[in-house]
């Protein structure tokens, strides 16, 4: 193996990946390890005898996995918050904390976010959703009993 390419082995052994536990490929996860240490797909495509092109195609699919996989938990959560607030389009920005908290209050759950916090939250989690102060496509918001707040647009 080569000196400056860390042991790929040892990284998943310690981060604990489990092949039939998870979404990703043994050898997804063998580049994203590397890949996240800053190791070169030129590189890494040496230590396992494979193209450069072969690891930039590898890598994308775990990408896209992992991408998929906290979408997935997002919307499971989601479904299982007892709060759950649609924001229709049109909305004024400012006015999402407020509905947010009155929904929370109406379930006595709390909210461990500041206004500005829940609209950075919702800004920061609806994409093209929300531009500007304008919420401009519905979104649900989300809260789970311990306050986790979780944002997602509703498609069209």
Do not use: H, W
Request: net charge negative; proline share 5%; charged share 30%.
């Amino acid at each position: 193996m080569t000196a400056d390419v860390p042991d790929v082995e040892e990284i998943l052994d310690v981060a604990g990946f489990d092949p039939d536990e998870s979404v990703l490929t043994r050898r997804q996860a063998e580049v994203l390890a590397l890949r996240e240490r800053g190791v070169s797909q030129a590189d890494i495509a040496d230590v396992l005898g494979t193209s450069r092109a072969n690891v930039s195609k590898v890598e994308s699919s775990a990408r896209d996995n992992v991408a998929k996989s906290k979408e997935t938990v997002a919307f499971a959560e989601t479904l299982k918050a007892p709060v759950q607030v649609d924001i229709e389009p049109g909305t004024d920005l400012y006015e999402v904390p407020d509905l947010v908290y009155e929904a929370c209050d109406r379930n006595g759950v709390k909210v461990p976010y500041s206004a500005p916090e829940v609209m950075k939250l919702v800004s920061d989690n609806a994409g093209d959703a929300v531009t500007g102060r304008e919420v401009r496509s519905q979104i649900l918001v989300g809260v789970t009993s311990d306050g986790t707040m979780r944002v997602r647009a509703r498609p069209d």
